[in-house]
C-alpha cells in the first residue's frame, strides 16, 4: 500500500499534476437543495458544435424536449455550473491489479478539476463493495480525506460491480446537492453481484444519475465487458471511455471533470412518471441563434415510477443575491 502510493505521487510530481488540498465547503454557497416532485424528469445535456466544442449560454428557447415523440414544456432551466454529488466507483479486483497507482492517479486529478463545494465519495469494490470514507465521513471536501479512501480497498478477488453501483446509488441518498454523477473505473466484468445489470440500470434512470465509465483491460482478456461500461453510459447521458494505453487514464479523467462543468440542466413535468413503470424515450435538440443544429448529449430516457417511494429531485432556485 505505501509503496503505491509513494510511486503515485513521485508520477504526479514528476507531471506537475499534485492535486492541491481542496478548500472547504462554503457555508452560503449557492443553496441546491431539494424538492419532492415525483413527476418531474430531470435532464443534464452536454452541447457541442461539430467540432466538439462545448457550446455554452444558449437560452432556453434554444431548447426542445420530446418524450415518446411528444413536445413538452421546460419547467426548469439552469445554464451555469452548478455543484454535483460524485460517486468514484474503483474496480480493485485482481485483473486490476497491476494498473491500480494509474487508476488512482486519474482519481485524484478528476477530484483536482472537481469543485470545493462537489460532495464526493469513493466505493471500492473486489468481492464486495464497500464505502471508502469512514461512516461519520458521508461526503469528502478535501484531497487528502479522499485520497485515504482510495487507498483503502485491498486488491484481490472476484469483481462485483453490480453491487458497487447499488451501493453508490443507495448513498446518493444522503447528498443535499441536485446533480449526481458516477465514475466507473473497471474492466467492466461481473462475477460477484447480487444485483442484475438490468436493476441498476432502472435505479440509476430514476435517481437521474450520470454515469461515466473507462474501461481498463487487456484485449486478450477474459475479464472484460467493455459492452456493460458502454450501456451504463450511453442510457444515463455519460460517456465511456476505453483506453488502449494507461497513459492516457489522466487526461480522460480531467476531460471528464470538464464534460460534467459544462451542461445545461433541463427539467420538465412528465404526466408519464408515475402513470407506469414502462421505458419513455426522451430527445433534446437545441439550434444556435442562427438556428443552426447542434449537437446534444443527455440520457435516452426514464422508466415510469409508478408505486415508488422515492421521488424525482429538483432544486430551489439560489438565493437572491444582496442588493
Keep these: 500500500m505505501l509503496k503505491i502510493e509513494v510511486l503515485l505521487f513521485a508520477a504526479l510530481a514528476a507531471s506537475g499534476q499534485v492535486p492541491p488540498p481542496a478548500a472547504a465547503p462554503v457555508a452560503d454557497a449557492q443553496d441546491y437543495v431539494l424538492r419532492s416532485d415525483v413527476n418531474m424528469i430531470l435532464l443534464h445535456a452536454t452541447v457541442q458544435d461539430s467540432h466538439g466544442a462545448f457550446i455554452s449560454g444558449l437560452p432556453k428557447e434554444a431548447f426542445s424536449v420530446t418524450e415518446d415523440r411528444a413536445r413538452q414544456q421546460i419547467s ?38 472537481s469543485r470545493p463545494e462537489d460532495e464526493i465519495f469513493v466505493v471500492n469494490f473486489n468481492d464486495r463493495a464497500e464505502l471508502g470514507l469512514p461512516p461519520e465521513t458521508p461526503f469528502g471536501h478535501t484531497t487528502n480525506e479522499l485520497r485515504a479512501a482510495l487507498l483503502k480497498g485491498e486488491v484481490g478477488g472476484q469483481t462485483a ?73 450511453r442510457q444515463t447521458g455519460g460517456l465511456s471511455y476505453l483506453p ?30 408515475s402513470l407506469d413503470t414502462a421505458f419513455h424515450e426522451v430527445k433534446v435538440t437545441a439550434v444556435d441563434a442562427q438556428g443552426k443544429p447542434l449537437r446534444v448529449r443527455t440520457r435516452a430516457g426514464f422508466y415510469g415510477a409508478k408505486g415508488a417511494a422515492s421521488a424525482t429531485e429538483t432544486q430551489q432556485q439560489p438565493r437572491p443575491s444582496p442588493q
Excluded at 89 to 107: K, L
Design 76 to 113: 426548469l432551466f439552469r445554464s451555469d455550473d452548478v455543484p454535483v454529488a460524485v460517486a468514484l466507483v474503483i474496480d480493485n479486483s485482481g485483473s486490476m491489479a497491476r494498473r491500480r497507482a494509474d487508476v488512482i492517479t486519474g482519481a485524484l486529478i478528476f477530484i483536482r478539476d
Design 244 to 273: 488502449s494505453d494507461l497513459s492516457q487514464l489522466s487526461n480522460i479523467c480531467s476531460q471528464i471533470a470538464k464534460d460534467i462543468r459544462n451542461q445545461y440542466t433541463i427539467g420538465y413535468s412528465s404526466q408519464k412518471a
Design 161 to 233: 460491480l453490480y453491487d458497487a453501483i447499488d451501493l453508490a446509488l443507495g448513498h446518493f441518498k444522503n447528498a443535499k446537492l441536485m446533480k449526481k454523477v458516477l465514475l466507473i473505473v473497471s474492466d467492466g466484468a461481473d462475477n460477484r453481484s447480487k444485483h442484475s445489470l438490468k436493476d441498476i440500470i432502472k435505479d440509476a434512470d430514476r435517481a437521474g444519475v450520470l454515469i461515466y465509465t473507462i474501461g481498463l483491460f487487456d484485449e486478450n482478456s477474459e475479464d472484460k465487458n467493455p459492452g456493460v461500461l458502454k450501456q451504463l453510459a
